[in-house]
């Protein structure tokens, strides 16, 4: 499947090995990835938006490709609409993010620094992973102008006060130095994602 390059690449930078039991990551390690995953899957939406049905059978079972598809797009008509119902209109990915996997299914506003010491099995991390990879991908979809503009107010113009609130929050994001467009994220995600097709062709 071809998001697994992706999240193997976040979670073996940050999983913990302890003495007793199999590996491990941290919650806010963990939110934090699935919200780089969640951009990276609204990047290869952006790119790949005609062929929704085709992007559906990598990431799904065998003949299960269109009940996906229509999975995808139904999450995302949720999560904007949940969002917008109860915060206005969402201004950029961290915050979407964030309101819609935490605050907005009940947990408390400062949930990252509240489970800081919190940690989830590293199989369960990487099906957490690949389902926020998978709705990033949905919501782009579905909501092109809206992603890119938070997109745009995230990490284009890199309002500061966007990145002071992820930070308050507790995600662990380093902001860049420079701006980076839409068009050079998806230059870069399509250029991994060649590799890791040429690398591990059965991976796509």
């Given at each position: 499947m071809l998001h697994?390059?992706?999240?193997?690449?976040f979670l073996d930078q940050v999983f913990e090995k302890p003495r007793f039991g199999g590996p491990k990551v941290r919650f806010p390690e963990l939110i934090s990835i699935q919200c780089r995953l969640f951009e990276t899957g609204a990047v290869?939406?952006?790119?790949?938006?005609?062929v929704l049905r085709d992007l559906a059978k990598t990431f799904s079972e065998p003949g299960m490709h269109d009940v996906l598809a229509s999975h995808?797009?139904?999450r995302a008509q949720q999560r904007v609409g949940w969002y917008k119902r109860l915060s206005g209109?969402?201004?950029s990915m961290f915050d979407f993010f964030l309101f819609t996997e935490l605050q907005g299914k009940?947990?408390?506003?400062?949930?990252?620094?509240?489970?800081?010491?919190k940690r989830?099995?590293?199989?369960?991390?990487?099906?957490?992973c690949s389902l926020s990879m998978v709705e990033g991908i949905g919501v782009w979809v579905v909501y092109p102008e809206l992603t890119a503009s938070m997109w745009n107010n995230s990490w284009d113009s890199m309002d500061n006060a966007v990145w002071e609130k992820a930070r308050d929050r507790g995600l662990l994001i380093e902001k860049p130095t420079l701006p980076v467009s839409l068009d050079d994220r998806q230059?870069?995600?399509?250029?991994?994602l060649l590799f890791s097709c040429w690398l591990l062709p059965g991976t796509c």
């Open positions: 697994y390059p992706f999240i193997v690449n290869l939406g952006r790119a790949l938006r005609k995808i797009t139904e209109e969402p201004k009940g947990a408390p506003e400062d949930a990252i620094h509240q489970w800081k010491n989830v099995d590293l199989a369960l991390a990487y099906s957490i230059a870069i995600v399509l250029e991994a």
